[in-house]
């Protein structure tokens, strides 16, 4: 069966600093990969996708960057943390079928200071 | 664009009765899905239920179903038999059928919902 796996679970970053978050899924080939953040008691906004390796779209212009050095790896990254960057950051993948729902990983609680 | 609303942005019911929870969104496509998520307080988002726009017979699972409704563009999560663990933030969200491999997901605002012991 496929499993996402993000990390890490929460995270503790001062301004100015640099970030990257991981997620990879198993069980799959060239799944569909997906950044989210969730502010606190919002929804959740679409950051970055991607179809394939080395293939990114962004959807907000923002302090953050993604890639896909991998089938299954999907990094996001940011080279100086803002205070805006704080939120929570969900991983998810689907299949490339139009009818397959998106699975997301435990997610990322990011605070910055 | 495509949009998706969630007017209620919370609700409360009783364990063990009936609640729905409604959903309108906005698009000019005639074929797409439709997904409820839940997100508990331990943050994982979780597939309710999903919904194909061109089937007319409304789902259904377990406890939780759906009225969708394509003309008035209504999409409402029905949870039967309310239990403590539904309490949750829950997400209702639109995918086009038309967007090829890069399905995004638009999601609406969430509602949260509490059960009442």
């Known amino acids: 069966s496929q499993t996402i796996h993000q990390w890490p679970a929460t995270l503790v970053q001062p301004v100015g600093s640099p970030l990257s978050l991981e997620c990879t899924v198993e069980?799959?080939?060239?799944?569909?990969l997906y950044w989210y953040r969730q502010a606190a008691g919002r929804g959740l906004q679409l950051l970055f996708y991607s179809v394939g390796i080395g293939q990114i779209s962004s959807e907000v212009p923002q302090n953050l960057s993604a890639s896909r050095p991998q089938d299954r790896q999907f990094i996001l990254s940011s080279k100086k943390l803002l205070l805006s960057d704080s939120g929570f950051y969900l991983c998810?993948?689907?299949?490339?079928?139009?009818?397959?729902?998106?699975?997301f990983g435990d997610g990322t609680r990011l605070s910055i200071l | 664009a495509q949009t998706v609303t969630q007017s209620q942005p919370e609700m409360s019911v009783q364990e063990a009765e009936t609640v729905t929870l409604s959903c309108t969104y906005d698009t000019s496509e005639s074929d797409y899905y439709l997904f409820w998520y839940k997100q508990p307080p331990s943050r994982q988002m979780i597939l309710v239920i999903r919904q194909e726009a061109y089937k007319q017979q409304n789902a259904t699972e377990n406890r939780f179903s759906v009225n969708f409704q394509k003309a008035a563009k209504s999409f409402s999560l029905k949870i039967s038999d309310s239990q403590l663990g539904d309490a949750a933030m829950y997400f209702c969200?639109?995918?086009?059928?038309?967007?090829?491999?890069?399905?995004?997901?638009?999601f609406g605002k969430g509602i949260t919902l509490s059960v009442r012991p």
């Open positions: 969200a639109y995918r086009s059928a038309f967007t090829g491999a890069n399905s995004k997901l638009t």
């Open positions: 998810a993948w689907n299949s490339g079928a139009f009818n397959q729902p998106q699975h």
């Open positions: 069980g799959t080939s060239n799944p569909n």
